[in-house]
């Protein structure tokens, strides 16, 4: 199992990508530069959850591990401020069945957060405006477009208000369309090629600047090892799984088989036999 070097890694990765956003030196202004660049505004008072997993509500139901959840400014709603969740996640999971199931991943994220939002006996008016941002290096909807925004609507009356407070925005890196600034396309550009030959506007340098320090920092480095053993641990008892599994198979065919062959010598015999009745049958016929 190969792997990158720290060094190597870009802001698309999981763990470059959550380690800036948590760093006690660069996790504040990294957290706030990506959301003023996403959102065209500045936020305050922000707390800021990397590698957040949700249990499900027992054992046999599944959570959900997100990469960066962010509780941010309030959202006015019909006059009334509302606590907003910002959930971040870098994806280059480009697979056929991960791509069909997208929508329902992005819905079982926004359930997830939702579950967690309100104490017992709160009014749903308190839910949290919750927005859930894919930035992905691959065309999810395959209309080569930047950026993609969606909401609930009612099919019969599509420009009816219809407010909820979920919002999922699909960010995709190497898109052509959309009308965006050309600082945001350089930003998307840079979360898939983080060097300084990218660094190309002077918020791009500063990200650089606490890209660069966190790839030095000797914990971050301490880390990124521990979970490159973690992910070596798990793929190679993933293999010997898959031995093990192997090696069951191989011994159920070979069962399988003998069975198929009792079973045929049973039926082999029991024609012998009925065909020496059928002799004898015929002999005492004649006699």
Known sequence: M?????EELNLMDDFLFNAMLTHPETGEKFTHTILKLLFNRDFKNLKVSAQKFYAGMNTDLRGARLDVCIEGDCVDIDGEDIPSV??????QNDKAKAIVAFPKRSRFYHAIIDSRSLKS????GKLKQVYVIFICNYDLFGYDRVW????????EEPEMDYEDGAVTIVLYT?????KISEEFRQFLNYMEN???NNAVNDELKSIQ?????????????????????????M?????????????????????NTEKEKLRADMAQSRIKELEAELRKYKEKSRA
Request: overall charge neutral; proline content about 1%; charged content about 45%.
């Open 2 to 6: 190969q792997r990158r070097k720290l």
């Open 86 to 91: 910002y959930d971040v996640e870098p994806d």
């Open 148 to 155: 993609d925004t969606i909401k609930n609507r009612c099919l």
């Open 174 to 178: 190497r898109g052509t369309k959309g």
């Open 194 to 196: 983080t060097d300084q």
């Open 235 to 255: 793929y190679e008892r993933g293999i010997e799984q898959g031995r093990l599994a192997e090696i069951k198979n191989t011994e159920r065919e070979r069962q």
């Open 209 to 233: 600047r606490m890209v660069d320090a966190v790839k030095r920092d000797g914990e971050v480095s301490l880390r990124y090892m521990k979970s490159f053993e973690h992910d070596q641990l």
């Open 121 to 124: 006996g709160e009014d749903f």
